[in-house]
């Protein structure tokens, strides 16, 4: 257990890392990232790699995000020079008999980690306590993206098509045409710079009409 013990500073480092990129994770959760969004910015900007997406975008976009990557980048700049020293310390000191074991345990206790954050209810125990935590600090807030509000990122699409490129809906009513299709609704109606959202069930569509749909995009 001698070996084990030595290691268990390194193993406290970690855990206190995964924490601090969970908690990041779940914050940036609560401004209406999904789960796996999230969690990759969060890993990203905790150990710098910096990887360019379109969820990057948002986070850019976003100032409570931008708050919450920040605080990331300077943790994990900090955290993981604290892992590097507190590794290379534990495993300067010892010799060729106790190297073996130490990492055998350190594996481990990465595995046993990794498993009871991965595939446990424990993950799901966090998060809702890290979530409450949160909440009840008020350090972050509802900022959704008008993508995300629309579940843009999620299949759906608007779309604008001209009525002029669409012979089928010439002359019909929004009404009926609604009622035709599948999964998507006309939510509003160009006619030249004109906007129409009000009322639009009665209106006969004609070749100055562009409607804007929104719905699934497979369809």
């Given at each position: 257990m001698n070996n084990f013990y030595s290691i268990l500073p390194i193993v406290l480092n970690i855990v206190v890392l995964i924490l601090i990129v969970r908690i990041g994770a779940v914050t940036l959760m609560l401004t209406g990232m999904g789960n796996e969004q999230a969690?990759?910015?969060?890993?990203?900007?905790f150990t710098g790699t910096g990887f360019t997406t379109?969820?990057?975008e948002r986070v850019v976009k976003n100032k409570t995000r931008r708050r919450i990557i920040?605080?990331?980048i300077i943790f994990g700049n900090g955290g993981?020079?604290?892992?590097?020293?507190?590794a290379t310390t534990t495993f300067t000191i010892s010799n060729l008999n106790t190297i073996l074991p130490q990492v055998f345990y350190l594996f481990i206790s990465i595995t046993l980690l990794y498993i009871l954050l991965k595939y446990s209810p424990f993950k799901k125990y966090l998060d809702?306590?890290?979530?409450?935590?949160?909440?009840?600090?008020?350090?972050?807030e509802d900022d959704e993206t008008v993508d995300e509000m629309l579940h843009i990122d999620?299949?759906?699409?608007i779309k604008k098509i001209n009525i002029s490129d669409k012979p089928k809906y010439l002359n019909k009513k929004v009404c009926h045409i609604?009622?035709?299709l599948d999964n998507k609704t006309i939510i509003a109606i160009k006619k030249?710079?004109?906007l129409l959202y009000k009322n639009l069930d009665n209106i006969t569509l004609n070749n100055n009409h562009t409607i804007i749909l929104y719905g699934k995009a497979d369809d």
């Open positions: 969690h990759f910015q969060a890993l990203s900007a379109y969820e990057s920040a605080t990331l993981l020079v604290t892992l590097f020293v507190t809702k306590i890290i979530a409450k935590i949160i909440t009840t600090f008020d350090m972050s999620r299949g759906y699409v609604n009622q035709d030249g710079k004109e």
